[in-house]
């Protein structure tokens, strides 16, 4: 407790929550720049400060003091109010998001329940966007987005979910959704040996949340030039950029507690702040680069092409994650069957996802495909 | 909203297609070019590709200059590979002409329509990143390769852009002594360049999801619409004007021509980056072969004045076969010149590619064709 009074305490602690976040996106524009311009061959931000430290400043006050603009035909209230719906949800999840033991704004027993229920909400901004802008591009951007939504959100549910399942604590046994006690179970070993199928899942499915390549199909620049974010400028855009990155840190301070064993592993629970917030921030880095990296390097999937792995290959091997854990936990068998069964898995749908690659590369021309002649 | 849509009741709701604009000023439309897309969600039902927005009348402009003056107007049809409609048009003006270049000019020439070849590659891989989403790192490396070809030309021409090197009967002024050397150089930075590309994009499985089946061409439809250049080989026909026509002095040199089997994007892409190397191993051999001596046909005047006749002179650029016709009634301007833009030819055949496709892929199938569009509109 910092204050006596609960409500004063949960206020100060939303308020260092709420500026915290701002400040780490201006890093994180700062960090993307610097790390897109060294696997791009040039310098990033050179002007502002000693290398260009400052341009995250200087970006800011340009977007907050930037003309608001709004299309004459767009809906006026969808299109003014969509920023927030995409923003909001993303702060709400910080809520229950620890980054130590004791180092939240409330540990809530269904926390992760919570932080996936309201992420999943801003996809209705996404869509207000895209509609209320008044704009083809932008249509097509959101229709995209939601598109993308219902085809991810159910592997990267169920990815946590088999989490949950194995989750252990002493006092209440197997199974919980309480992320404090959910790290508290990987002082020995993190999740990612016992579940490197439902980390995988969670790591790609986490990429196309976040709207990164090769997932980044509803803003994709060179087709729907940014989709719903197309009539956005200034403060309203900065917004969206800022749920994006904000996003990308949810995502990888998740990452990190279900599958990394958060602040605890390796240096236990005793371990102080001074040791358990620096831990925290190597693990969350390290997924936050690898999401810029991945950016930089991949190309573009097609909408269809996504879906078909979301449905065809994420879902059903997430689906069978949770069997086996179910099985493993009612015959009472040790842990190390599920990573075992669980490494066999992912070796397994590895392997498949490459097959279909090359299978692709070599395959002949598809029937459908071969219409050319027909048309002129 | 600006388009009210009413439910009437008792009825069911209906989908309608709508139409998007792609251009003039869009990401995937390399320069000015716009296509009207009308899309069914994602597919693509029909493409109207609407060009002209370059259009500068650069045939008719020549017939306003002399026949060197005219040359400056080949620089700016296709702005990518300027040195190779420079020596189209230069050869155009010879054959009527009758004048015989001396040896070590067409060895320059050859030299430099090559490395710009490989530079207009270069650019198409960069492009090509972009519109199929490597977010700016394929272009970035292009680009760092095609700047070091880009300072070779500026040692030679003293410009970064429209040459205007070439004359007819030979070239404008002798290259710098350290000619073979700089070129060298950038070969190698060139081959370790191509490998760059290579490791980048060809084997990633992104790409190949992307690229392969998507749009494929069969040969006689590929004749049929008069397609040439990269687009043409990737069906499999091995057609290639340096070796079906020789003109200047391709003949000389051994290099193979790389053909595709599907004709897809992915073969299109394949048979640029083959074609890199290619025109690598013709540069090679040309810088044994280049001999020193004169770089102009001598007994030439001042103005040039072309007998009465016409003539027709095609090159392979990079975009495919370009064609000069021109037709002179004597004096020292043009009565008319022709320019046959492969670009133009190829373009036209993206409706036929694009329909019952995705958004995404008529942009990718755009992509490969290579536009520019300075010589789409000329």
């Known amino acids: ?376 | 909203m600006a388009t009210e849509y009413s439910v009437t009741p008792g009825k069911d709701l209906e989908t309608i297609d709508i139409n998007v604009n792609v251009g003039p000023q869009h990401p995937a439309t390399h320069g000015v070019f716009r296509m009207v897309l009308t899309v069914d969600g994602e597919q693509v039902v029909d493409v109207d590709p609407i060009i002209g927005y370059m259009h500068r009348g650069a045939e008719k402009l020549s017939e306003n200059c002399d026949y060197r003056q005219a040359i400056g107007y080949q620089d700016r049809t296709d702005y990518l590979a300027q040195f190779n409609t420079e020596l189209c048009y230069v050869q155009a003006v010879e054959k009527l002409a009758g004048i015989e270049p001396p040896e070590r000019a067409e060895y320059i020439r050859v030299i430099l329509a090559e490395l710009n070849r490989i530079a207009s590659h270069y650019m198409f891989m960069g492009a090509f990143g972009t519109d199929i989403g490597v977010f700016g790192t394929a272009f970035m490396y292009t680009f760092r390769d095609r700047e070091i070809i880009q300072d070779l030309f500026e040692e030679i021409t003293g410009e970064r852009m429209m040459y205007a090197y070439f004359r007819a009967g030979g070239v404008a002024w002798d290259v710098p002594e350290d000619f073979r050397e700089r070129c060298r150089e950038v070969l190698s930075a060139v081959r370790k360049g191509i490998g760059d590309i290579d490791g980048l994009m060809t084997d990633n499985e992104v790409i190949i999801a992307r690229c392969r089946g998507v749009s494929p061409v069969t040969p006689e439809d590929a004749i049929n619409w008069g397609l040439t250049g990269p687009m043409l080989r990737a069906t499999g026909l091995e057609h290639d004007v340096r070796r079906a026509e020789p003109y200047c002095i391709y003949d000389r040199f051994e290099f193979d021509i790389p053909t595709g089997i599907q004709g897809d994007v992915y073969d299109r892409y394949l048979v640029r980056l083959e074609e890199m190397r290619q025109s690598v191993r013709i540069v090679e051999q040309a810088l044994e072969g280049m001999p020193e001596g004169p770089i102009m046909a001598e007994g030439l005047k001042r103005t040039l004045r072309l007998p009465e006749g016409e003539v027709y002179m095609r090159n392979e650029t990079p975009r495919g076969e370009y064609g000069i016709y021109l037709i002179s009634k004597g004096g020292d301007k043009p009565y008319r010149l022709k320019i046959r833009s492969p670009a133009f030819s190829n373009l036209s055949a993206l409706r036929a590619m694009s329909i019952g496709s995705y958004v995404a892929d008529t942009i990718v199938t755009l992509g490969s064709i290579d536009i520019v569009l300075c010589e789409v509109d000329r």
């Open chain 1, 1 to 376: 407790m910092i204050a006596d009074n609960a409500w004063l305490d949960g206020l100060i602690r939303m308020g260092a929550i709420a500026l915290a976040m701002p400040l780490s996106v201006i890093i994180l524009t700062y960090l993307e720049r610097k790390i897109s311009g060294r696997l791009q061959q040039r310098l990033g931000p050179m002007r502002v400060g000693p290398y260009g430290i400052l341009q995250g400043l200087a970006d800011t006050i340009k977007l907050l003091t930037k003309e608001d603009l709004r299309p004459q035909t767009a809906d006026r209230w969808t299109f003014e109010l969509a920023p927030f719906a995409v923003m909001v949800p993303v702060f709400l999840a910080f809520v229950t998001l620890p980054f130590t033991a004791d180092l939240f704004v409330r540990n809530l027993e269904l926390g992760l329940f919570f932080i996936i229920a309201v992420s999943g909400v801003s996809i209705v901004g996404f869509v207000m966007a895209g509609w209320g802008s008044d704009n083809k591009y932008a249509l097509l951007g959101g229709a995209r987005a939601a598109a993308q939504l219902i085809s991810y959100e159910i592997p990267l549910v169920l990815a946590v979910v088999a989490v949950a399942m194995i989750a252990y604590t002493p006092e209440a046994g197997r199974g919980s959704l309480n992320l404090v006690e959910i790290v508290d179970g990987q002082g020995r070993v993190p999740f990612i040996v016992w579940q490197p199928l439902a980390f995988f899942i969670f790591l790609v499915a986490g990429l196309a949340e976040l709207y990164r390549q090769p997932f980044d199909i509803p803003v994709a620049e060179s087709e729907v030039v940014g989709g719903p974010f197309i009539e956005y400028s200034g403060i309203r855009w900065s917004m969206f950029q800022m749920a994006e990155f904000v996003s990308m840190v949810l995502i990888s301070v998740l990452a990190s507690l279900l599958f990394l064993g958060g602040w605890n592993w390796p240096l236990g629970n005793g371990a102080g702040i001074a040791l358990q917030v620096p831990l925290i921030f190597v693990k969350t880095s390290f997924f936050i680069l690898l999401f810029i990296w991945l950016r930089f390097s991949l190309p573009r999937l097609r909408i269809d092409q996504m879906m078909q792995f979301c449905w065809q290959v994420l879902l059903p091997f997430a689906l069978l994650q949770i069997i086996i854990n179910g099985w493993v936990l009612v015959y009472g068998w040790p842990d190390w069957t599920l990573g075992v069964s669980s490494g066999a898995l992912t070796l397994v749908a590895g392997y498949l996802t490459y097959r279909a690659a090359r299978q692709a590369a070599e395959q002949p021309v598809s029937p459908r495909l071969h219409r050319v002649g027909s048309v002129m």
